[in-house]
Structures are given as C-alpha cells and as structure tokens.
C-alpha cells in the first residue's frame, strides 16, 4: 500500500519499499515521536525545496563530497534516504513546501548522477521547531558532520527560536553540545534581550559584548583553520619545549602568565564548555553521548 503526501510525490513499489528499509541510516534522526510523525516517499528533485534557514554549514556544499556521493550511487544505485519537512504555518496549515532538512550533498549527489529519477526521503511532519531539532541533530550525525563551530551557532539558533522554548536537553541531543553550554546560551539569549541586543547568529561572537568586527577575523575554510592550528600548535610546542612538565602547576602557572587570566579562562571554556568539566571529573566525556535512535512511524530504515 503506497503513503499518501499531501505536496507531491510518487507511490513506493513493495521493491523500493524494501530498499529502503535496508538502508543505513546514520543521519536521519527525528524529534519527539509522541508530538511528530515521519513517512517515506521517493520525490522529485524538483519538489524540494532548499531554505537558507535550515542550513548550518558555514561553507556551504563540498564538491569533493558531492563527486563521491555521487560515484556510490552510480555503482550502488541507492544513498540513503534525504530529510524533507512538510512545511505547515504558524496555524498548522500546509504551505505546500517540502523543505530539505538534511541531506544537500545527497540531493546534489542524485541531480548528479540520476537526474530523472526519484530521491527517496522520509518526510518529517511536525511544526517549525520541530523540524529544525531534526534538522540540527540529522546534520550533526552524518558523514560529513558540522564542525564545532557549526554546532555552536546551531543551537545557539534553536535557543533564540522564537514561540515556546525548547527544552536544554533536546537542543543538546540534536547539536551535540552540552546541556551546560546551551543553558549558558539561553541566560546570554535573556541578557541580550534585556539588553536590546541583537544576535549575529554567530555565537563566537554573541557569547561577549566586546569582541571585534568580523571584518578582522576573515573566514577560513575548514582546511585552512586546521592548517593554521596546526602552525601555531608547532610553536607552542617549540616555546615550551624545554619546560618541566613534571611540574604541571608550575607549566600552567607560566601558561596564565603569558596569556592572561581572561583569556586563558576564555580558550578553557571554549574547548570545555560547561559539561565537559563535570565529564572530565568522572573520567569520561559523556556530555555529547545521545541514545540510539528510534525507528519513525512509517520508515523502518
């Protein structure tokens, strides 16, 4: 029996059907199961929708990715399944949009390699915030994740979504960062409010009222960022080459010294934020563990 979709689409055959059972699904994860529901369709290219508002990735599509995907679908003839959200209004009302929530280098991999056949999808149905946690925790688990600083500003995003707010710990289950941090979040959201600030989005920036214009800081690609890391990791370890570690006190002592208290306690936070410590003090980084996913109403994959 095929599954209706209000806003296009085409019937699954019981072999279609069954392929898509037997996909590995390491991305599609979806909200609340009691409050949402999510159903299967093969779609057209044609009928997704692509909305800047349920993007994440600072650089936006990997070719490199697109090209392997793509070369995994000419030979294996299927991916895994993309994430679309039947779009309603703020009355619950279809708007007849089926927005992708996951799944662009996928997308792309098929308009690539398959244009004139169907993309196989689970659509989610639910409201607007509903469909950025999936959004946000289904990009967060794929192949090719979100960096830190991607996750950072996605929750930093669910937290100023506006209506009523999203509890800590899904906004921590769907970025993968810490129920402390996105509590941290919603006190600086509160401040900033109160303050009639308005948010950049970018919580790099967001989290101080003091920091300098993007301008000075201009944009890396991941590689590049890495690369530069990588150069400034090998200088410290020349200046500090020759300290007695064996002395840890006395090596961050000296660390404070050159750098400063505050901003010593500001790179600190930043690669531990918030539960990271508390992790730290039971031996395990715990923090960012989710439970396993569970299987959507209509999708067994």
Not at 134 to 159: F, H, I
Request: hydrophobic share 35%.
């Amino acid at each position: 029996m095929a599954l209706a979709l209000p806003g296009g689409g085409f019937p699954i055959s019981a072999e279609e059907r069954n392929q898509m059972q037997n996909a590995t699904t390491t991305s599609g994860a979806q909200p609340d199961q009691s409050q949402t529901r999510t159903t299967c369709r093969f779609l057209w290219p044609r009928d997704i929708t692509s909305d800047p508002e349920f993007r994440f990735r600072h650089t936006g599509t990997d070719r490199g990715h697109v090209r392997g995907l793509a070369q995994t679908l000419r030979t294996s003839g299927e991916l895994d399944p993309v994430l679309v959200w039947q779009e309603i209004d703020p009355t619950g009302q279809p708007t007849g949009r089926l927005v992708l929530l996951d799944g662009h280098h996928r997308l792309a991999a098929y308009a690539t390699a398959k244009p004139r056949e169907g993309v196989p999808a689970a659509v989610f149905h639910g409201d607007r915030a509903g469909a950025m946690l999936a959004a946000v925790r289904a990009n967060s688990r794929e192949q090719l994740p979100l960096t830190k600083n991607e996750r950072m500003d996605a929750a930093w995003r669910l937290v100023r979504l506006p209506g009523e707010r999203l509890k800590v710990k899904d906004i921590a289950g769907a970025s993968g960062v810490g129920p402390r941090s996105v509590d941290n979040m919603r006190k600086r959201w509160k401040a900033m409010i109160a303050a009639g600030k308005e948010a950049t989005g970018e919580w790099w920036r967001d989290r101080h009222d003091d920091l300098p214009e993007r301008k000075d800081r201009p944009e890396m690609t991941d590689a590049e960022r890495r690369a530069h890391i990588e150069q400034i990791a090998t200088r410290i370890r020349e200046a500090l080459g020759k300290m007695p570690w064996q002395d840890e006190e006395i090596a961050a002592e000296a660390i404070q010294l050159a750098v400063g208290t505050a901003k010593l306690r500001s790179m600190a936070e930043w690669l531990f934020f918030g539960d990271e410590f508390e992790a730290a003090e039971t031996g395990s980084f715990a923090g960012n563990l989710r439970e396993p996913d569970t299987a959507p109403d209509d999708c067994d994959f």
